[in-house]
Each structure stands twice: as C-alpha cells, then as structure tokens.
C-alpha cells in the first residue's frame, strides 16, 4: 500500500514536540527516543517542524530545522511511517523548506499560512500549488488562537480543486469553520482524494465519529495529525482502531469528552492556549520521555493553575496517557 493510501485510510500522527536540555539546547538522544516511543506505539506518520515542534527551531539563531527533521527521517526509515514537515513563511521560505523535506524523505508539507495574513484567496491558492511542486500539500486551518488566520469556504472550495492538495489538518477549534473545510471538500470534485484529518484537540471522537453529509455525498474525517496525540500515543492507536471498527458511539463519545477535559488541562484552554506547548512537555516529563519541560523561548512555561490542572487529570484519566 502507499503512502498515500495509507494517509487516506486513516492514521494517528503525532504532531512531534522538540526535545531539550535544561540549558535549551537541542536533546538529539531524548528527541530521537521520543521519536521512536511514537512509532513502537503504532503511530502511522510523524508531522515534524509544525507548531508542536515550535516554529521558532527556524531562527538563525537556533538552526534546528534541518537537524529535527533529519532525526526523525532516520529514526523513521525502514518504517511505513508516512512523514509530514511543516512548512512556513511567505513562499521563497517555504519553498526552501519544502526542498529541504523532500531531500530528507518526507512524503508531504504541512503548509502553515500564518504568514500571509493578509493575502486573498487568489495568493494563498498560488502559495500553495507553489510548494506542491516541490511536495504534495498537508492543507492546515490552524486557529487564530496560536497564530493561525480565518479561512473562509471560498478559500478550502478553491484549494480542494488543487491536484497537489492530498490532505486537510481540521484545527480551528471551531465548529462553524470545520464545517467549511468539510463542505468544500464534498462539494469539490477531488473529494474523494483528500483527506480529512482532525487537529481540533478539543473535540477529537466527535470528529472522527461523524459522517458528514452535504449535497447528497458523505464525508469522513479519517485520522487525526494532533499536538494532544504527542502524549497517548499508544492510547490514541486504540481509540481509533474502535473508531474504525464501528464500536459503540456512546461509549467513544464520553471516552471522548474525558480526552476534551485531558487537553483543556494540557492545552491550557482557561489562559487562551498559552501553556499548550509547555503542557505537552510536562506529560513527557512525567512520564521519563523528556528532561525538562523548557521551551525555546524563555518565556513560554506553563500557566498559573495548569500545573495543579495537569496533576488531577493525568490522575484522573491514565488509560488515555499509555
């Protein structure tokens, strides 16, 4: 089977955290081990460089972009694992970065468009066919919230007819704007061909349990690419083997709303999202994956309350962290 066969039947991608020392610096040994925690666990592709990983490894005064993609490229080869990098910036950056994961053996581009603010719809559409001359394109609706920008149905029915488009990452943490990304997928003429995957760590289950109906077709969302699946990994396998075998939708509906009351504590949703990655980090502290659960920034650390938050609900919900 390919890999995108594969992407298309539905995967658990883990969106990669980066591993570091207490001095910040770049933890190779720990990052390649995190990497291959994910894999063991049945993970079916890694997405690397993305907003998990920190958007910042690309500052010239860090230069990790190169080093975090290689590692995980190696650790993964020999593996099915389908790999998907982020890809930032206007267009000569991104199409650099592009080059630069395909040259390492990544199969698709996670295309941030964070960048282009105030681009229309006719530049985003052509930023986007651009780097899908280099790699097939992972489109991503990341929310306003963590830098992301509102992208109307217009913008998903226009891109969706694009050839080099193979999947979408659903993240604006908004029901309204999900369904404009799933609309414009089943009313495009490729709907067969891309795949939906959930990034709303916040309603995970209720994503991939829905069949979605417009105009007389049914779409599904079929995997998820997440930040909460960096923690869980061999958990998240499971709960989407039951989605996939149709077991009771009930049952996977409140296993759901306790994996919502998980992410809220780790995401930090009650301080607009700012402890997210930190909260990642202090899971796979805990649990021995990483040393310190330090950021790049100096500055990005858990919020006031998260600490306590993530304490009562990895004690409450352990079978969600495996």
Partial sequence: MSWLDRLRQGLVIPAHPLCLTAERKFDEARQRALTRYY????????????????????????GLLEPVLRAAAEEARGTDA???AGVCG?????????ELARSLGYHCALVSLSALKQAGIDELAAHIAE???????????????VGGRVLPYAFWRRVAELE????????????YQTLDVVRAVAESSRAGDIALYTGNDDNIVADLLTPFQFGGRTVRIRGGLLGQWAVGTRSAVSLLRRVQ???NPALLLSLGAQLTDLNAALF??????????????????????????????PDEDLSPGQLEEIGRVMAAYPHLLE
């Fill in 164 to 175: 080099c488009l193979v999947a979408i990452k659903i993240a604006p943490f908004n029901r």
């Fill in 131 to 145: 780097i899908g001359r280099v790699l097939p394109v992972f489109g991503f609706y990341l929310q306003p919230a």
């Fill in 82 to 84: 389908v790999l998907v």
């Fill in 39 to 62: 894999l063991e666990s049945g993970a079916g592709g890694l997405a690397v460089g993305v907003h998990t990983t920190q958007f910042s490894i690309r500052a010239p005064e860090h």
């Fill in 245 to 247: 075998e149709g077991q």
């Fill in 90 to 98: 206007a267009t000569d950056q991104a199409l650099r970065e592009a």
């Fill in 268 to 297: 930090d949703a009650a301080n607009g999202f700012r402890g997210c990655i930190a909260g990642i980090h202090e899971v796979l502290v805990r649990q021995g994956r990483m040393a310190t659960r330090a950021c790049l920034d």
